[in-house]
T-cell receptor, first 111, second 114 residues
Framework: QQQVKQSPQSLIVQKGGISIINCAYE??????FPWYQQFPGKGPALLIA???DVSEKKEGRFTISFNKSAKQFSLHIMDSQPGDSATYFC??????????WGAGTKLIIKP | KAGVTQTPRYLIKTRGQQVTLSCSPI?????VSWYQQTPGQGLQFLFE???????NKGNFPGRFSGRQFSNSRSEMNVSTLELGDSALYLC?????????????FGPGTRLTVT
């Protein structure tokens, strides 16, 4: 019940396309859902986060869509660029400050 | 503000030895978490410290231990190193203020066990 399942494991998208990464969870107590971006040789960095009281949050080209009834949330990257090539992690927390992490998605944007 | 710093950045140890890794959180952050990252395994949570107390713990053997000092700096120790301990060890700090769960990661320490 503590798991966060992330898919796909890897993704190749053409430059200018839309990248979509999905995560699913079981624990209805989760109340914070962040996405992190990690470049090789660096630690993960917070990209965008959402709470369950909203269904969508947009920051620039990055959007989180949240479906509370389906217990799913996804990251959409619009107009994907080669600089977006990185590993993306979803996570969830249930107010105890411990993040439960997805397995990660390696995204490659082809020029 | 300076970011999270971790030392050393790279480390090579021999099986059976022990190692200590250090993490300095962002100024004002009181929570420090440690993660192990290996290819194909994602981020595995080790433990989290807040005000010098271990608040959360992952499913790692007792060879992995940590502590936090009064200035919020944290160390993690791995005793009797095994080849499988080779990984990137990441430290993350958090403001830990009400409702703020954001974690800020350091660059990690790359540990190689031979």
């Amino acid at each position: 019940q503590q798991q966060v399942k992330q898919s796909p494991q890897s993704l190749i998208v053409q430059k200018g396309g839309i990248s979509i990464i999905n995560c699913a969870y079981e624990n209805t107590a989760f109340d914070y859902f962040p996405w992190y971006q990690q470049f090789p040789g660096k630690g993960p960095a917070l990209l965008i986060a959402i709470r369950p009281d909203v269904s969508e949050k947009k920051e620039g080209r990055f959007t989180i869509s949240f479906n509370k009834s389906a217990k799913q949330f996804s990251l959409h990257i619009m107009d994907s660029q080669p600089g977006d090539s990185a590993t993306y992690f979803c996570a969830a927390s249930a107010s105890n400050y411990q993040l439960i992490w997805g397995a990660g998605t390696k995204l490659i944007i082809k020029p | 503000k300076a970011g999270v710093t971790q030392t050393p950045r790279y480390l090579i140890k021999t099986r059976g030895q022990q190692v200590t890794l250090s993490c300095s959180p962002i100024s004002g952050h009181r929570s420090v978490s440690w993660y192990q990252q290996t290819p194909g395994q994602g981020l595995q949570f080790l433990f989290e410290y807040f005000s010098e107390t271990q608040r959360n713990k992952g499913n790692f053997p007792g060879r992995f231990s940590g502590r936090q000092f009064s200035n919020s700096r944290s160390e993690m120790n791995v005793s009797t190193l095994e080849l499988g301990d080779s990984a990137l060890y990441l430290c993350a700090s958090s403001p830990d203020s009400l409702g703020n769960y954001e974690q800020y990661f350091g660059p990690g320490t790359r540990l190689t066990v031979t």
